[in-house]
C-alpha cells in the first residue's frame, strides 16, 4: 500500500517435481520484509510566482496552499524562507508567519 512503512512476514516457497512419478518436494522459508518510511514531497502554492516591492516596505508572501501529502501522521510539515542573493549583512526577513502564527 501507498505510504505504507513496517515490517511484514511472507513465504517464499521452493516446489521441485520429478516427472516420472509427479511427487514433490516442498522448502518454505519465511522473510521479514521492512519498508523504511520515506518523506514525500510536501505541497505548496503561491498566490503569485513573483512580487515587485519598493524598498523599507514589508514583503508579504501569500501561501494559498500548504499540506503534507502523507496523512497518516507521520511526517511533520516545516515552511522554511531564505533569501538568496542578499547583500552580506542585509537581513531580507525579520519575520515569518503562516496562518496567522509568527
Not at 521492512?34 to 503569485?48: H, N, W, Y
Not at 499540506?67 to 515569518?96: K, Q, W
Amino acid at each position: 500500500a501507498a505510504d505504507f512503512a513496517g515490517t511484514i512476514m511472507a513465504n517464499i516457497t521452493a516446489v521441485t517435481t520429478d516427472y516420472t512419478n509427479g511427487k514433490k518436494a516442498i522448502v518454505n522459508n519465511p522473510i521479514a520484509v521492512t519498508f523504511i518510511g520515506q518523506a514525500d514531497k510536501p505541497l505548496i502554492s503561491l498566490e503569485s510566482p513573483s512580487l515587485t516591492v519598493m524598498e523599507n516596505n514589508v514583503v508579504e508572501i501569500v501561501v494559498t496552499n500548504m499540506a503534507s501529502a502523507d496523512t497518516d501522521g507521520s511526517e511533520s510539515l516545516s515552511l522554511i524562507v531564505t533569501a538568496m542573493h542578499a547583500p552580506t549583512g542585509y537581513p531580507m526577513f525579520s519575520a515569518v508567519a503562516y496562518d496567522g502564527i509568527t
